[in-house]
T-cell receptor, first 111, second 117 residues
């Protein structure tokens, strides 16, 4: 079973920030938080990952709470092309790749 | 870089037939993964390889499924005999190791949509 909980769907206006929450209250000390997204009919795409510090790259920002029990993926200026299913995953960095994808959050970006 | 290449993109076959799905990982990646995606079960990891060696095949549904990786640039997923419940999109992904550590940044192929009639 997935170790994360995400809302099934969210809406966001084009040009606004999209904030996607994820709950991972049972995360272990050596587990990282990863985010992927899947645009309709394509393979999932890696977005970002982090351990405990906030992370930012060209696609998004990842904010992890101090207790690491939840995180938020932020798309700063959502576009219509960001409409996709977003998956939050927790797993160890090394020693195995049993990545479990849950149901994810279906983000609808509206014009 | 061409990315992960999968073939065929679409496959329609009849129940009982053998199906072979193919994957070419990104050059230099030493991890390869096979996933299956359906509406009912979502995205499931079937098996993954490290340096051409199967590491965890616990997700393979049953003996009708088999996967091989004869070299670093090619892998196959075979279903024999196929059944209608095998209908799904099958994704292949690869992942690199840098400095002895892999960050699980998996790069997915476009998938093969399999329909078993």
């Amino acid at each position: 079973d997935a170790k994360t909980t995400q809302p099934p769907s969210m809406d966001c206006a084009e040009g606004r920030a999209a904030n996607l929450p994820c709950n991972h209250s049972t995360i272990s000390g050596n587990e990282y938080v990863y985010w992927y997204r899947q645009i309709h009919s394509q393979g999932p795409q890696y977005i970002i990952h982090g351990l405990k510090n906030n992370e930012t790259n060209e696609m998004a920002s990842l904010i992890i709470t101090e207790d690491r029990k939840s995180s938020t993926l932020i798309l700063p200026h959502a576009t219509l092309r960001d409409t996709a299913v977003y998956y939050c995953i927790v797993r160890v960095l090394t020693g195995g790749f049993k990545t479990i994808f849950g149901a994810g959050t279906r983000l609808f970006v509206k014009a | 870089d061409a990315g992960v290449i999968q073939s065929p993109r679409h496959e329609v076959t009849e129940m009982g037939q053998e199906v072979t799905l193919r994957c070419k990982p990104i050059s230099g990646h030493d991890y390869l993964f096979w996933y299956r995606q359906t509406m009912m079960r979502g995205l499931e990891l079937l098996i993954y390889f490290n340096n051409n060696v199967p590491i965890d095949d616990s997700g393979m549904p049953e003996d009708r499924f088999s996967a091989k990786m004869p070299n670093a640039s090619f892998s196959t997923l075979k279903i024999q005999p196929s059944e209608p419940r095998d209908s799904a999109v099958y994704f292949c992904a690869s992942s690199p190791t840098s400095g002895g550590v892999s960050y699980n940044e998996q790069f997915f192929g476009p998938g093969t949509r399999l329909t078993v009639l």
